[in-house]
T-cell receptor
Framework: KQEVTQIPAALSVPEGENLVLNCSFT??????LQWFRQDPGKGLTSLLL?????REQTSGRLNASLDKSSGRSTLYIAASQPGDSATYLC???????????FGKGTHLIIQP | ETGVTQSPTHLIKTRGQQVTLRCSSQ?????VSWYQQALGQGPQFIFQ???????GRGNFPPRFSGLQFPNYSSELNVNALELDDSALYLC????????????FGPGTRLTVT
């Protein structure tokens, strides 16, 4: 059974800093990995999707990497802004009908 | 291309009652999944429908059931509501056969009293 862990659970940094969020998973037989953003009480916004054959994906100030052999992914946020404050969730797809397996998320606060 | 929508936004029910939540998938997507998110937790997979048939289920009892319709809409039904069913319910649509990237709706907040 796939298990996903996100570290740290919470993070507070001053505006402008670069930061890294971590995601680890127990089963390397994944189809893809998605990073999501969730604002309080809201749905999930997809940030980046990495297929199992890929090593990284970039979108604007965001860069996500994937190392299947070590069961790790990182989300790098450059030049953080107060608007980046949200909970960031990592989710694994096995490619079948078992849905996504999520971590508990990292609650990020960017101080102005 | 419209996104995923859900209704209602909020709902309050009494223990023992039944509830139906609705979702409209992104146009062209043939798969819909439902998730339950308790406060402070990541979403938990309830089940998935593909071409109007349930083809995958997480660790949820049979009182959680669903339907998927040809017009890209779907329902989540929960019978005999319990206090622990209070959560944010999210639906996600995707196209099976492509990247399996899932697109989420805004969710329905269910409170059971």
């Amino acid at each position: 059974k796939q298990e996903v862990t996100q570290i740290p659970a919470a993070l507070s940094v001053p505006e402008g800093e670069n930061l890294v969020l971590n995601c680890s998973f127990t089963d390397s037989a994944i189809y893809n990995l998605q990073w999501f953003r969730q604002d309080p009480g809201k749905g999930l916004t997809s940030l980046l999707l990495i297929q199992s054959s890929q090593r990284e994906q970039t979108s604007g100030r965001l860069n996500a990497s994937l190392d299947k052999s070590s069961g790790r992914s990182t989300l790098y946020i450059a030049a953080s802004q107060p608007g980046d404050s949200a909970t960031y969730l990592c989710a694994i797809s096995g490619g079948g009908a078992d849905g996504l397996t999520f971590g508990k998320g990292t609650h990020l606060i960017i101080q102005p | 291309e419209t996104g995923v929508t859900q209704s209602p936004t909020h709902l309050i029910k009494t223990r023992g009652q039944q509830v139906t939540l609705r979702c409209s998938s992104q146009s062209g997507h043939n798969t819909v999944s439902w998730y339950q998110q308790a406060l402070g937790q990541g979403p938990q997979f309830i089940f998935q429908y593909y071409r109007e048939e349930e083809n995958g289920r997480g660790n949820f009892p049979p009182r959680f059931s669903g339907l998927q319709f040809p017009n890209y809409s779907s329902e989540l039904n929960v019978n005999a509501l319990e206090l622990d069913d209070s959560a944010l319910y999210l639906c996600a649509s995707s196209f099976r056969g492509r990247s399996y990237e899932q697109y989420f709706g805004p969710g329905t907040r269910l409170t059971v009293t």
